[in-house]
C-alpha cells in the first residue's frame, strides 16, 4: 500500500512499526489502542491510536492481528 492512500494519522502509525514500536488493542470493555516502542509490555514509550485509524489500516490490508491473548490484541505490517 502507498503511502500517499494513507492519511498522516495512518502514516505515522506506519512509521513506527517500521522502526521497532509495536501497535496493541486491549480487548477489555475500556478497549484502545497504543502504540509502544520495542514491543507490547516491553517498557517503552508508549503512544495512544484513534481506533478509527487503526481500523482504516486493518480494513485496508495494511495490519494484520499477529497474537491475540486476554487481555491485549497485537497487530504488525503486511507484506503488501
Not at 13 to 35: F, H, K
Not at 41 to 46: D, E
Amino acid at each position: 500500500m502507498a503511502n500517499a492512500t494513507l492519511s498522516p494519522a495512518q502514516q505515522h502509525i506506519v512509521e513506527r512499526l517500521r522502526s521497532g514500536w509495536a501497535l496493541g488493542l486491549t480487548l477489555t470493555l475500556t478497549s484502545r489502542y497504543w502504540l509502544q516502542q520495542g514491543g507490547l509490555g516491553r517498557g517503552g514509550a508508549t503512544e495512544s491510536v484513534r481506533a478509527n485509524t487503526a481500523h482504516a489500516l486493518y480494513t485496508k490490508g495494511v495490519i494484520q492481528s499477529v497474537r491475540r491473548a486476554f487481555p491485549v490484541e497485537e497487530f504488525q505490517l503486511t507484506a503488501a
